[in-house]
């Protein structure tokens, strides 16, 4: 025991030295140095300090805190040497925090004194308190904290005690303002499990928890507690809702009218394409930027007319835009969102399709898409259209002279837009829990979504609102480039439509007429609410965003089973998209429903083929050569296989790969916008 004491009487002797602990401290922060290195980085730098510092480090090796490599000559700080510069550290705090005196951890991770005006200041600031009131409170968090006894005091901590007493005197109001966003430190923790599971990085632990932030953000200080009340309570939708007041969600990039030789994007430069060379790298470029700014879809429109003054043929075609197409994929890959894009081109462009197969093959899982106007010959088509459906291509057909985008949001703009164009359809109204309030009673459904649809305005007015500011302050390079971009085409998206019309009218009454009035009424009601607040209105879709599957949970814990009664038998949540199985495309009934749908919904419809039962290339090209002749417009809604090994892909599950027999792989849909919610 006497040996002990003397031991550690020896070692408080050896840190009583602050030129000991600098040389500690710098051992413990940079590693293993040479005498020199560690001479230099401690402090003796003159020639005369060599004795002093050789005296000190002498000390530190005779009592084992650093042990010296003769080898290597090299300095290291021992496992004694790391717990005794821990223990230096806490006796500096204890004695700082011991004191009459109260101090600080604060947000900028220093240690402060305590000062009584910061809380004033962020109670005025923040707040919008009385000088008078501010003094009050802080005098009181003061007391409180003088009295906590506490080993030492944080700024979260001090918040939380300023917020407890705002409560007490009633002011809500004020601590609603001084809401701190943040993560719970088991929420993190939790992050690093979840991003593993999805087969993600470390940029995209780093993403979601930004966005967990930006969430908490826009619910606490950004929307009105009547909108942020009605998105937790399951009336309204918000999509992406870390992104929302940030981006658009779907992007039109008009390639052939990008402003050339201007610095349109941030350090770069488009330079006007002088060969075919060129039009590939400013595709890639503009899309990969483009990415950053959108929250669901970036659509590269007009590509076709930056291509033919190069004269190109099939060949050079197929395999420029292949090698562009794997470009955009790997810089997609690098960016931690899921925003998937697409390119618009007419059917029978030479080598666009061949080129579209190629770049499939390389990948596991596509991140760029295709649409495709079909309004010609159709043979072909359906050939090529088969084989890329069955290996999991993202591609949408249609005939609309609108542009539409690979979701189905449709390119209609008040006034003639720019090269760039950010639409907003990211907020949904929940109508089956209007239809479940109003128990079949019509008139108040309808008055009750007109009240849902005012908030719903109001969100999005806010919205744009804020798409300007951060516009105007540069963080939006590309969007700004556009003398449209102080304007965003909105769409209020609605989910459940159907299964709302079929509650209020009666399951066995839902016919063409019932859903094209509907959607009139509903149309009118938006249409009429949204000009108050938006100069050009907002329209509605029946888009999907991945929101169905939340609204229809919250309802099903408010209401029970009573909801699945609401449902369509191929659901198991409410449908943000129109689904077209094999029994609805032989309908007539049904066909002439889906284009009053389409026609009827004036900002955009995501219409899909149902190919997750059983089919083989035959039936597959039965079904598609149907949709070609029936349909204004669809996608296919397919879950893929994908083997880890080869890449080989498969429509239905397997338990080995057929081509290299390995038994490991991985899935995607083809709905990438719903990979949230889609198993």
């Given at each position: 025991?006497?040996?002990?004491?003397?031991?550690?009487?020896?070692?408080?002797?050896?840190?009583?030295?602050?030129?000991?602990?600098?040389?500690?401290?710098?051992?413990?922060?940079?590693?293993?140095?040479?005498?020199?290195?560690?001479?230099?980085?401690?402090?003796?730098?003159?020639?005369?300090?060599?004795?002093?510092?050789?005296?000190?480090?002498?000390?530190?090796?005779?009592?084992?805190?650093?042990?010296?490599d003769?080898?290597?000559?090299?300095?290291?700080?021992?496992?004694?040497?790391?717990?005794?510069?821990?223990?230096?550290?806490?006796?500096?705090?204890?004695?700082?925090?011991g004191?009459?005196?109260?101090?600080?951890?604060?947000s900028?991770?220093?240690?402060?004194?305590?000062?009584?005006?910061?809380?004033?200041?962020?109670?005025?600031?923040?707040?919008?308190?009385?000088?008078?009131?501010?003094?009050?409170?802080?005098?009181?968090a003061?007391?409180?904290?003088?009295?906590?006894?506490?080993?030492?005091?944080?700024?979260?901590?001090?918040?939380?005690?300023?917020?407890?007493?705002?409560?007490?005197?009633?002011?809500?109001?004020?601590?609603?303002?001084?809401?701190?966003?943040?993560?719970?430190?088991?929420?993190?923790?939790?992050?690093?499990?979840?991003?593993?599971?999805?087969?993600?990085?470390?940029?995209?632990?780093?993403?979601q928890?930004?966005?967990?932030?930006?969430?908490?953000y826009?619910?606490?200080?950004?929307l009105?507690?009547?909108?942020?009340?009605?998105?937790?309570?399951g009336?309204?939708?918000?999509?992406?809702?870390?992104?929302?007041?940030?981006?658009?969600?779907?992007?039109?990039?008009?390639?052939?009218?990008?402003?050339?030789?201007?610095?349109?994007?941030?350090?770069?430069?488009?330079?006007?394409?002088?060969?075919?060379?060129?039009?590939?790298?400013?595709?890639?470029?503009?899309?990969?930027?483009?990415?950053?700014?959108?929250?669901?879809?970036?659509?590269?429109?007009?590509?076709?007319?930056?291509?033919?003054?190069?004269?190109?043929?099939r060949?050079?075609?197929?395999?420029?835009?292949?090698?562009?197409?794997?470009?955009?994929?790997?810089?997609?890959?690098?960016?931690?969102?899921?925003?998937?894009?697409?390119?618009?081109v007419?059917?029978?462009?030479?080598?666009?399709?061949?080129?579209?197969?190629?770049?499939?093959?390389?990948?596991?899982?596509p991140?760029?898409?295709?649409?495709?106007?079909?309004?010609?010959?159709?043979?072909?088509?359906?050939?090529?259209?088969?084989?890329?459906?069955?290996?999991?291509?993202?591609?949408?057909?249609?005939?609309?002279?609108?542009?539409?985008?690979?979701?189905?949001?449709?390119?209609?703009?008040?006034?003639?837009?720019?090269?760039?164009?950010?639409?907003?359809?990211?907020?949904?109204?929940?109508?089956?829990?209007?239809?479940?309030?109003a128990?079949?009673?019509?008139?108040?459904?309808?008055?009750?979504?007109?009240?849902?649809?005012?908030?719903?305005?109001?969100?999005?007015?806010?919205?744009?609102?804020?798409?300007?500011?951060?516009?105007?302050?540069?963080?939006?390079?590309?969007?700004?480039?556009?003398?449209?971009?102080?304007?965003f085409?909105?769409?209020?998206?609605?989910?459940?439509?159907?299964?709302?019309?079929?509650?209020?009218?009666?399951?066995?009454?839902?016919?063409?007429?019932?859903?094209?009035?509907?959607?009139?009424?509903?149309?009118?009601?938006?249409?009429?609410?949204?000009?108050?607040?938006?100069?050009?209105?907002?329209?509605?879709?029946?888009?999907?965003?991945?929101?169905?599957?939340r609204?229809?949970?919250?309802?099903?814990?408010?209401?029970?089973?009573?909801?699945?009664?609401?449902?369509?038998?191929?659901?198991?949540?409410?449908?943000?998209?129109?689904?077209?199985?094999?029994?609805?495309?032989?309908?007539?009934?049904?066909?002439?429903?889906?284009?009053?749908?389409?026609?009827?919904?004036?900002?955009?419809?995501?219409?899909?083929?149902?190919?997750?039962?059983?089919?083989?290339?035959?039936?597959?090209?039965?079904?598609?050569?149907?949709?070609?002749?029936?349909?204004?417009?669809?996608?296919?809604?397919?879950?893929?296989?994908?083997?880890?090994?080869?890449?080989?892909?498969?429509?239905?599950?397997?338990?080995?790969?057929?081509?290299?027999?390995?038994?490991?792989?991985?899935?995607?849909?083809?709905?990438?916008?719903?990979?949230?919610?889609?198993?």
């Amino acid at each position: 025991m006497e040996h002990a004491a003397k031991r550690v009487k020896a070692i408080f002797s050896v840190i009583a030295s602050s030129s000991r602990l600098e040389i500690l401290h710098r051992l413990n922060t940079k590693g293993s140095l040479s005498y020199s290195e560690l001479k230099a980085l401690a402090g003796f730098r003159a020639k005369k300090e060599s004795g002093k510092f050789a005296y000190h480090l002498r000390r530190l090796v005779k009592h084992q805190l650093v042990s010296h490599d003769r080898a290597e000559k090299k300095y290291s700080i021992t496992n004694l040497g790391k717990t005794v510069l821990m223990l230096a550290k806490q006796i500096e705090e204890q004695s700082v925090l011991g004191g009459s005196r109260i101090y600080v951890r604060t947000s900028k991770y220093m240690l402060e004194e305590f000062k009584l005006d910061k809380i004033v200041q962020s109670l005025v600031k923040e707040g919008g308190m009385s000088l008078d009131m501010a003094y009050k409170i802080a005098a009181e968090a003061e007391s409180r904290l003088s009295r906590s006894q506490t080993t030492y005091v944080t700024a979260p901590l001090i918040r939380e005690m300023v917020n407890a007493i705002l409560l007490e005197m009633g002011l809500e109001e004020y601590r609603h303002k001084l809401a701190r966003v943040g993560l719970p430190v088991a929420d993190v923790s939790n992050l690093f499990d979840y991003i593993a599971r999805q087969e993600k990085t470390v940029s995209d632990l780093m993403d979601q928890a930004a966005q967990r932030v930006m969430s908490d953000y826009l619910l606490h200080s950004q929307l009105s507690r009547t909108v942020a009340d009605a998105y937790m309570s399951g009336e309204l939708g918000i999509a992406r809702l870390g992104h929302w007041a940030l981006k658009s969600d779907t992007l039109f990039v008009d390639l052939s009218a990008l402003p050339y030789d201007q610095r349109v994007i941030k350090a770069s430069f488009l330079e006007r394409p002088t060969s075919l060379d060129d039009v590939w790298r400013n595709l890639v470029m503009t899309t990969a930027y483009a990415a950053r700014e959108a929250s669901f879809e970036v659509q590269v429109t007009n590509l076709m007319e930056c291509i033919k003054p190069f004269d190109a043929g099939r060949a050079e075609i197929q395999h420029g835009l292949a090698r562009a197409l794997k470009d955009i994929q790997f810089q997609l890959e690098m960016q931690p969102s899921d925003v998937i894009a697409s390119i618009e081109v007419a059917a029978g462009e030479e080598g666009v399709l061949e080129a579209y197969e190629a770049y499939l093959s390389t990948v596991q899982k596509p991140r760029v898409g295709l649409v495709i106007n079909f309004d010609g010959p159709k043979e072909p088509l359906i050939r090529r259209g088969v084989e890329i459906v069955q290996n999991g291509g993202l591609i949408t057909f249609t005939r609309s002279p609108v542009k539409t985008s690979l979701i189905g949001v449709k390119h209609i703009v008040e006034e003639p837009s720019g090269p760039v164009v950010g639409f907003l359809h990211g907020l949904s109204i929940n109508l089956p829990r209007l239809a479940l309030e109003a128990e079949g009673d019509e008139t108040y459904f309808r008055a009750k979504l007109a009240m849902l649809a005012r908030l719903a305005v109001e969100a999005a007015a806010l919205r744009q609102k804020r798409l300007r500011d951060i516009g105007g302050k540069g963080l939006l390079p590309l969007l700004s480039i556009s003398s449209t971009s102080r304007e965003f085409p909105t769409a209020i998206n609605t989910v459940g439509m159907l299964e709302a019309i079929r509650f209020l009218r009666g399951a066995g009454e839902l016919k063409p007429q019932h859903i094209g009035e509907e959607i009139e009424r509903v149309v009118e009601i938006i249409g009429k609410v949204s000009k108050e607040e938006i100069s050009d209105g907002a329209g509605i879709s029946i888009l999907a965003d991945g929101e169905a599957k939340r609204l229809y949970e919250l309802d099903l814990n408010r209401y029970g089973r009573k909801v699945e009664t609401l449902l369509f038998e191929t659901e198991d949540h409410y449908l943000s998209m129109i689904n077209v199985t094999r029994r609805e495309m032989a309908r007539a009934d049904s066909l002439e429903m889906l284009k009053n749908i389409v026609s009827g919904v004036n900002r955009g419809v995501t219409v899909t083929l149902d190919m997750r039962m059983k089919l083989d290339s035959g039936n597959t090209t039965d079904f598609l050569e149907e949709a070609f002749n029936k349909l204004p417009l669809f996608t296919s809604r397919l879950k893929v296989y994908v083997c880890r090994n080869c890449g080989q892909r498969y429509i239905l599950q397997q338990n080995r790969c057929n081509r290299c027999r390995q038994s490991f792989f991985t899935s995607y849909n083809t709905l990438r916008w719903l990979t949230d919610i889609e198993s």
